[in-house]
T-cell receptor, first 112, second 113 residues
Framework: KAGVTQTPRYLIKTRGQQVTLSCSPI?????VSWYQQTPGQGLQFLFE???????NKGNFPGRFSGRQFSNSRSEMNVSTLELGDSALYLC???????????FGEGSRLTVL | KNEVEQSPQNLTAQEGEFITINCSYS?????LHWLQQHPGGGIVSLFM???GKKKHGRLIATINIQEKHSSLHITASHPRDSAVYIC???????????????FGQGTILTVHP
């Protein structure tokens, strides 16, 4: 059974640009959540989607947005990138909202 | 004060030792997760608890809902257990179980042979 797939794995952007990251959950999992991990702040919750609906949102500015498609794949977008957005972005899927989390390998974003 | 506090932040052990990592939280929760992250690697879910105790191999996780405290124990530790262990709680929001996940700062475990 394929795991959670995140693309791209690595990317470099410059300040002011925007970025879109993709997450394909495990087959049959309808919940996808996104997290930001930085050395200073650790892991922080971004948002969670279930059946194309955003169910929860963390304390991030509106530059961070996401969506989920009918096949449960999810994307997150960060607009007007700042240096502080450099981080590892992880997504996780689960069968239900409170089920066991299965994490992808992450997308490492560097903003120059 | 953070909503989720882990202790210790760093832990060094000799192979074979019994290890305990603690997690205290201040909010009502619907579930608590213990996660493992190896250097440069992804995150693996070890346990999800809402009450009592769970065991998987040499790993044991316990939770005391009244005291808002959970522990992760590793028996007969091995160098391959060296990793960062992260506690995460899902808040009980609005009578549903779809609260936000809040993470502890992680415990860096190093096990020497």
């Amino acid at each position: 059974k394929a795991g959670v797939t995140q693309t791209p794995r690595y990317l470099i952007k410059t300040r002011g640009q925007q970025v879109t990251l993709s997450c394909s959950p495990i087959s049959g999992h309808r919940s996808v959540s996104w997290y930001q991990q930085t050395p200073g702040q650790g892991l922080q919750f971004l948002f969670e989607y279930f059946s194309e609906t955003q169910r929860n949102k963390g304390n991030f500015p509106g530059r961070f947005s996401g969506r989920q498609f009918s096949n449960s794949r999810s994307e997150m977008n960060v607009s007007t990138l700042e240096l502080g957005d450099s981080a590892l972005y992880l997504c996780a899927s689960s069968k239900q909202g409170t089920g066991e989390l299965f994490f992808g390998e992450g997308s490492r974003l560097t903003v120059l | 004060k953070n909503e989720v506090e882990q202790s210790p932040q760093n832990l060094t052990a000799q192979e074979g030792e019994f290890i305990t990592i603690n997690c205290s939280y201040s909010v009502g929760i619907s579930a608590l997760h213990w996660l493992q992250q190896h250097p440069g690697g992804g995150i693996v879910s070890l346990f999800m608890l809402s009450s009592g105790k769970k065991k998987h191999g040499r790993l044991i996780a316990t939770i005391n809902i009244q005291e808002k405290h959970s522990s992760l124990h590793i028996t007969a530790s091995h160098p391959r257990d060296s990793a960062v262990y992260i506690c995460a709680v899902r808040s009980a929001a609005g009578g549903t179980s779809y609260g936000k996940l809040t993470f502890g700062q992680g415990t860096i475990l190093t096990v020497h042979p």
